[in-house]
C-alpha cells in the first residue's frame, strides 16, 4: 500500500508542509552531491549519533533537529515525503503554521531521543524525518479516524487505486513497527551486538507523542 491522498478539505494552504517537503530533499541533493567520505562526515555532523550524544549532550542537542533533514536513500526520502504530502497538510490546518512547526520538530526531536535511549552507546548514526512524521500519523489519527485514504495498491503485474481507512492503514503502520521493535530488541540481546537499520524506536515513540501533543496543541478540539 501506498498512500495517495485523503478525502479531507483544508481551510488553510498547507504552506509549513511543502517547505518541510522542500528542505528535506534540498539537503538530500545535497548529500548526493557529495563524495562518500565528505558524506559521512556530514552524517557524523549532523545525524544523531546515540555514542555521542551520551558523551556530549550540550555539544550534541542540536541533531535532535538536523537529523531530521537528512534521508539514508532516495526510497527513505520518498516514502517519507509522500506520507508527510498526504497526512501533515490536515494537521496543519488543525494546528495553525506556527503551532505544527512547533509540533512537527518536537515530534521528531522526542522520537529521536526514544531512539537514543533504546541503544545509548551505538555508533549507528540515526537520520530522517520519519519519526517527526510518526507524530504526525498519531495527531491525524486522533482527528480524523473515520477519514479514507486513497492508496495505490500493486497486485502483481497490476495496479490501482482503492480507498482505504486511515485507521486502518495507520494501525498497521504501529503495529508494523511495535512488533519489529520488539523483535529487534530480542536480536540485539540475544546476539550481544550493537544493531542498526530502521528505527522502529523512533517510529513508535514518535507515533505516541503525536497522539500526545497534537490534541494539547490544537487545545483538545475536534471540530
Known sequence: MFPLYDNNPTRIKPFLTYGLIGMNIVVFLHEVSLPNAQLQQFFRLYALVPQEFTSN?????????TSQFLHGGW?????????????????E????????????????ALAALCQWFI?????VPALGASGAIAGVLGAYII?????????????????TTISIPALVIIGLFFIQNLISGIASLQV???????????AYWAHIGGFVFGM????LLG?????
Open 57 to 65: 549532550l550540550a555539544g550534541e542537542w542540536t541533531t535532535l533537529f
Open 75 to 91: 526510497f527513505h526520502l520518498i516514502s517519507n515525503m509522500v506520507y508527510l504530502w498526504v497526512f501533515g497538510n490536515n494537521i
Open 93 to 108: 490546518d488543525r494546528l495553525g503554521h506556527f503551532k505544527y512547526l512547533i509540533f512537527y520538530l518536537s515530534c521528531g
Open 119 to 123: 541503544g545509548m552507546n551505538s555508533a
Open 143 to 159: 482527528w480524523f479516524p473515520q477519514a479514507r485514504i486513497t492508496t495505490l495498491i500493486f497486485l502483481g503485474f497490476f495496479v
Open 188 to 198: 540485539a540481546a540475544n546476539m550481544s551486538v550493537e544493531t542498526g537499520g530502521v
Open 212 to 215: 500526545i501533543l497534537g490534541p
Open 219 to 223: 487545545l483538545l478540539r475536534r471540530d
